[in-house]
């Protein structure tokens, strides 16, 4: 692999005052010598002031996060990141580079989770390039490469993980956010070195179920928040009643056998569990009738 190498530049600054005063100098050059009419002074000054022209060609501005990559021929020879105005070898290709960080977002990709649940989902990366050399000469167009591998990597992703875990603990797309986010960024970071690209990072933008069986899962949902909802009100109303008969008990308010003990149980779960408010009925006669 092609590895970038770090390329000083001459101040173009002074460069371009060396050849101001040249280009003077010749154009003053070649005026005598139409003056004289001598056609040897002439020809010389006229190739000098070609070689000053060309000349100017060897500078170029290297603007912040910016890098320059020079070639020779095809060959390369260094890349310059130094901000400022540069001079160089004239025969060198001078490529224009950005290491600016950048991001971008994945279409929304319709993909099946690890339970073949048809999901959509969608990530945002963001990155910049760490080596020219290789952004440049490895791949063929690095910014697509990019793109196309991060949604590759986000499909990846999402079929190893469900969308959610429901009653378990399994690590799911929408409850682990954190580790499925540093997850997929080192999955894009591998599937990108070769492009001298470095991931700064990347989040989950989008995620949802497919909306083909999105009525459906939220139903699911409904039922199992339902259901945790009940447990929670059954556990509070069972200690509620450990509590009550045990207060009962040993403050000596009333002496109950197993089968009224059973009654107040049944009565005050129904009270406790119920979704809808009770209607108390009061006994107005003895505890047995």
Sequence with gaps: MIQEIDRRAASGYMALFTLIVAGIVVTLWMISAISSEAAVQIVLSSLAITLVLFLFAGLFIVNPNEARVLQLFGKYVGTVKTPGLRFANPFYTKTKL????????????????????????????VWKVIDTAEALFEVDDYEEYVHVQSEAAVRGLATKYPYDSHETDDVALTSHTIQISEELQKEVQERLAKAGVEVIETR??????????????????????????????????????????EQLAGKHIIEMDEERKAAMVSNLLVVLCSDRGTQPVVNTGSLYQ
């Design 98 to 125: 950005s290491v600016k960080v950048r991001n971008f977002e994945t279409g929304k990709l319709k993909v099946n989770d690890c339970n073949g649940n048809p999901i959509e989902i969608a990530s945002v990366v």
């Design 204 to 245: 989950i933008s989008h995620l949802a179920y497919a909306p083909e069986i999105a009525h459906a899962m939220l139903q699911r949902q409904q039922a199992s928040a339902i259901i945790a909802a009940r447990r929670k009100i059954v556990d509070g109303a069972v200690g509620m009643v450990e509590m009550a008969l």
